[in-house]
Protein backbone atom coordinates (compact mmCIF):
# COMPACT_ATOMS: atom_id res chain seq x y z
CA UNK A 1 0.00 0.00 0.00
CA UNK A 2 2.86 2.13 1.10
CA UNK A 3 6.11 3.21 -1.51
CA UNK A 4 8.60 0.22 -2.05
CA UNK A 5 10.81 -0.77 -4.31
CA UNK A 6 9.58 -2.65 -7.44
CA UNK A 7 11.06 -4.64 -9.76
CA UNK A 8 8.90 -3.56 -12.83
CA UNK A 9 10.28 -1.72 -15.88
CA UNK A 10 10.16 2.18 -14.97
CA UNK A 11 7.05 4.44 -16.09
CA UNK A 12 9.59 6.39 -18.25
CA UNK A 13 11.64 3.68 -19.78
CA UNK A 14 15.59 2.85 -18.24
CA UNK A 15 16.66 6.04 -17.41
CA UNK A 16 18.47 4.83 -14.31
CA UNK A 17 15.11 5.47 -12.20
CA UNK A 18 13.65 3.15 -9.48
CA UNK A 19 9.78 2.43 -9.24
CA UNK A 20 7.96 3.34 -6.22
CA UNK A 21 4.36 2.33 -5.71
CA UNK A 22 2.01 3.94 -3.66
CA UNK A 23 -1.29 2.36 -2.94
CA UNK A 24 -2.65 1.42 -6.79
CA UNK A 25 -0.35 4.44 -8.16
CA UNK A 26 3.13 4.01 -9.71
CA UNK A 27 5.42 6.38 -9.70
CA UNK A 28 9.12 6.59 -10.67
CA UNK A 29 11.86 8.78 -8.98
CA UNK A 30 15.37 9.32 -9.80
CA UNK A 31 17.65 7.06 -7.05
CA UNK A 32 19.56 9.81 -4.86
CA UNK A 33 22.16 7.10 -4.04
CA UNK A 34 23.72 4.60 -5.92
CA UNK A 35 21.15 2.38 -7.39
CA UNK A 36 23.00 -0.76 -6.45
CA UNK A 37 22.87 0.12 -2.81
CA UNK A 38 19.81 -1.72 -1.07
CA UNK A 39 17.62 0.03 0.95
CA UNK A 40 19.07 -0.72 4.37
CA UNK A 41 22.59 0.78 3.18
CA UNK A 42 20.87 4.44 2.11
CA UNK A 43 21.71 7.39 3.85
CA UNK A 44 18.95 8.56 6.15
CA UNK A 45 19.08 12.09 4.81
CA UNK A 46 19.03 10.28 0.93
CA UNK A 47 15.96 8.79 2.19
CA UNK A 48 14.44 11.31 3.10
CA UNK A 49 14.90 13.31 -0.43
CA UNK A 50 13.59 10.53 -2.05
CA UNK A 51 10.41 10.59 0.44
CA UNK A 52 10.08 14.34 -0.48
CA UNK A 53 10.82 13.69 -4.41
CA UNK A 54 7.67 11.13 -4.36
CA UNK A 55 5.28 13.29 -2.46
CA UNK A 56 5.87 16.34 -4.79
CA UNK A 57 5.16 13.79 -7.58
CA UNK A 58 2.27 12.41 -6.02
CA UNK A 59 1.13 15.95 -5.24
CA UNK A 60 1.05 17.02 -8.82
CA UNK A 61 -1.04 13.67 -9.28
CA UNK A 62 -3.29 15.03 -6.60
CA UNK A 63 -3.56 18.61 -7.94
CA UNK A 64 -4.85 17.48 -11.53
CA UNK A 65 -6.62 15.11 -10.30
CA UNK A 66 -8.49 17.61 -8.25
CA UNK A 67 -8.81 20.32 -11.12
CA UNK A 68 -10.23 17.38 -13.26
CA UNK A 69 -13.40 17.15 -10.33
CA UNK A 70 -13.70 20.95 -9.83
CA UNK A 71 -14.64 21.25 -13.66
CA UNK A 72 -16.73 18.27 -13.61
CA UNK A 73 -18.23 19.37 -10.84
CA UNK A 74 -18.90 23.30 -12.44
CA UNK A 75 -19.91 21.49 -15.68
CA UNK A 76 -22.32 19.32 -14.07
CA UNK A 77 -25.70 20.56 -16.32
CA UNK A 78 -23.43 21.01 -19.34
CA UNK A 79 -23.81 18.40 -22.47
CA UNK A 80 -21.06 15.90 -22.28
CA UNK A 81 -20.29 15.78 -18.89
CA UNK A 82 -20.56 12.78 -17.32
CA UNK A 83 -21.29 12.71 -13.51
CA UNK A 84 -20.65 9.08 -12.77
CA UNK A 85 -17.14 9.70 -14.54
CA UNK A 86 -16.75 12.30 -11.71
CA UNK A 87 -18.08 11.02 -8.60
CA UNK A 88 -15.23 7.80 -9.95
CA UNK A 89 -12.62 10.87 -9.68
CA UNK A 90 -13.55 12.11 -6.57
CA UNK A 91 -13.91 8.96 -4.85
CA UNK A 92 -10.05 8.24 -6.44
CA UNK A 93 -9.08 11.93 -5.14
CA UNK A 94 -10.41 10.72 -1.25
CA UNK A 95 -8.36 7.59 -1.37
CA UNK A 96 -5.14 9.40 -2.86
CA UNK A 97 -5.47 11.91 -0.55
CA UNK A 98 -5.84 9.34 2.39
CA UNK A 99 -3.23 7.35 0.86
CA UNK A 100 -0.76 10.77 0.76
CA UNK A 101 -1.48 11.57 4.66
CA UNK A 102 -0.33 8.00 5.31
CA UNK A 103 2.70 7.86 3.48
CA UNK A 104 3.25 11.30 5.38
CA UNK A 105 2.86 10.07 8.80
CA UNK A 106 4.95 7.09 8.17
CA UNK A 107 7.86 9.10 6.59
CA UNK A 108 8.31 11.83 9.04
CA UNK A 109 7.98 14.31 5.52
CA UNK A 110 4.77 14.98 6.97
CA UNK A 111 6.20 17.39 9.54
CA UNK A 112 7.19 19.81 6.93
CA UNK A 113 5.47 22.55 5.21
CA UNK A 114 4.45 21.59 1.61
CA UNK A 115 6.13 23.91 -0.46
CA UNK A 116 5.69 24.43 -4.29
CA UNK A 117 9.11 24.17 -5.48
CA UNK A 118 8.15 26.33 -8.68
CA UNK A 119 7.62 29.26 -6.55
CA UNK A 120 10.21 31.73 -5.15
CA UNK A 121 12.86 31.28 -2.93
CA UNK A 122 11.99 34.61 -1.16
CA UNK A 123 8.02 32.65 0.20
CA UNK A 124 10.66 30.49 2.44
CA UNK A 125 9.99 31.48 5.79
CA UNK A 126 12.85 32.73 8.06
CA UNK A 127 13.78 30.90 11.05
CA UNK A 128 12.70 33.01 12.77
CA UNK A 129 8.88 32.87 12.11
CA UNK A 130 8.98 29.25 12.31
CA UNK A 131 10.07 29.41 15.42
CA UNK A 132 7.53 31.88 16.70
CA UNK A 133 4.77 29.80 14.66
CA UNK A 134 6.11 26.51 16.37
CA UNK A 135 6.15 28.47 19.92
CA UNK A 136 2.80 29.53 19.94
CA UNK A 137 1.33 26.31 18.38
CA UNK A 138 2.91 24.74 21.24
CA UNK A 139 1.81 27.33 23.73
CA UNK A 140 -1.90 26.93 22.02
CA UNK A 141 -1.74 22.99 23.10
CA UNK A 142 -0.89 23.41 26.46
CA UNK A 143 -3.65 25.57 27.43
CA UNK A 144 -6.09 23.25 25.72
CA UNK A 145 -4.74 20.72 27.77
CA UNK A 146 -5.23 22.53 30.87
CA UNK A 147 -8.51 23.49 30.39
CA UNK A 148 -9.04 19.79 29.77
CA UNK A 149 -7.47 18.66 32.96
CA UNK A 150 -9.48 21.56 34.65
CA UNK A 151 -12.49 20.16 33.55
CA UNK A 152 -12.18 16.76 34.21
CA UNK A 153 -11.19 17.95 37.68
CA UNK A 154 -14.56 19.58 37.84
CA UNK A 155 -16.48 16.53 36.34
CA UNK A 156 -14.82 14.54 38.94
CA UNK A 157 -15.78 16.85 41.93
CA UNK A 158 -19.39 16.94 41.05
CA UNK A 159 -19.61 13.24 40.41
CA UNK A 160 -17.39 12.57 43.85
CA UNK A 161 -20.37 15.09 45.64
CA UNK A 162 -23.05 13.47 43.59
CA UNK A 163 -22.05 9.93 45.13
CA UNK A 164 -21.69 10.94 48.74
CA UNK A 165 -24.96 12.35 48.59
CA UNK A 166 -26.58 9.12 47.48
CA UNK A 167 -24.73 7.24 49.87
CA UNK A 168 -26.33 9.49 52.70
Do not use: C, W
Request: proline share 5%; hydrophobic share 35%; net charge negative.
Amino acid sequence: MFPSSSSQTSLYGPLGFSDVSFGSQQFSSQSLSDSSLAASERNPQDEFKHNIHVVQQHLARIQGLARSVLSGIEHAYQPGTNPIQTATEAESLKQMLHELAEFLKQTGVGALPLLDPASPLAALPTEEKLLEDTTKSIEAEYVKHQRMQESAATVVNLLTALDQSLRK
